[in-house]
């Protein structure tokens, strides 16, 4: 099932998410439904508070290319964050409107810790793109968008032109 995408400035997207202390049908259930919105977006990355459930929780897919599909599912996700910092070009976001991208620095090396679909223990060390999309996706489940990572310039040029084009359409309407 295709689930609504939460949009910037829904405050919602500003929570800390609690953690998932066990995994449910329901959790289950979501998981397949975040992976479904996610392709069809289509996107690399979808976190739980985007369709609004403020829970540790996230899907990504770092499969690049003609490369087949490599979808997880990841609940209480923790980045342990090492290496150089990089600068992940045009990064966008699902939840931040207009297609709006920007520059932004990251890691190159993250170690990852967290439990899968069926409960299992992940650690694993994470690279390049792969460690750009967990580091983005964590970042929603504390609250923080890729906006709140580019210059107080850049910021409020976007915030500007949003609230515009919000005004325009809702008076189209
Ligand atoms: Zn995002």
Not at 84 to 95: A, I, M, N
Not at 150 to 168: A, N, V
């Amino acid at each position: 099932m295709l689930l609504d995408i939460v949009k910037y400035p829904d405050p919602r997207l500003k929570l800390v998410c609690k953690p998932v202390n066990e995994i449910t049908d329901d959790l289950r259930r979501l998981a397949d439904d975040m992976l479904e919105t996610m392709y069809k977006a289509p996107g690399v990355g979808l976190a739980a508070p985007q369709v609004g459930r403020s829970i540790r929780m996230l899907v990504m897919d770092d499969a690049t290319g003609d490369a087949p599909k490599n979808p997880r599912v990841l609940f209480n996700p923790v980045l342990e964050l090492s290496g150089d910092d990089v600068v992940s070009e045009r990064e966008g976001c699902l939840s931040v409107p207009m297609d709006y991208r920007a520059d932004v620095v990251r890691k190159s090396d993250v170690r990852l810790t967290a439990m899968g679909i069926d409960g299992e223990p992940i650690d694993e060390r994470l690279t390049g793109f792969s460690a750009i999309i967990a580091q983005h996706e964590t970042d929603h489940l504390d609250g923080i968008l890729f906006i709140d990572r580019i210059s107080r310039l850049r910021r409020s040029l976007y915030d500007s032109r949003l609230r515009k084009w919000l005004k325009r359409r809702n008076q189209s309407a």
